[in-house]
């Protein structure tokens, strides 16, 4: 059933995601789900770069985080709160060693 514009978002994609049944987050189902979610809100990469599906390809997924930066913001706050000892072991990895003097 369609919605008019005074429909609220939430409640329209929610329908979307029933309808397409784009349930699944996780592995690369899920992320096909989002890329089909962002090419349905109008994000559309003409090229179709990285396509997964006839209805997704990861470049719709850049076009809309380069579009949005929330989006990203939203995914480093997520990243942060996420306490993974392989993701902090990782990044320690990738930092300079401590310069600090040692004790006598």
């Known amino acids: 059933m369609k919605q008019g514009r005074n429909a609220k978002l939430s409640e329209v994609l929610d ?3 029933d309808q397409e049944k784009l349930y699944r987050t996780e592995g690369r189902r899920g992320v096909e789900n989002l890329c089909t ?6 994000y559309k990469d003409p090229q ?6 006839s209805k997704a390809a990861i470049g719709d ?3 809309f985080l380069e579009d949005n930066s929330g989006a990203i913001e939203a995914m480093l ?6 306490r993974s ?3 902090t072991e990782a990044l320690i990895e990738q930092l ?7 004790e006598e």
């Open 15 to 17: 329908q979307f995601i």
């Open 37 to 42: 979610i962002v090419r349905a809100i109008g």
């Open 48 to 53: 179709y770069w990285g396509q997964l599906s």
């Open 61 to 63: 997924l850049i076009c």
């Open 77 to 82: 706050e997520w990243i942060k709160e996420r």
């Open 85 to 87: 000892p392989e993701w």
């Open 96 to 102: 300079p060693e401590d310069n600090a003097t040692e």
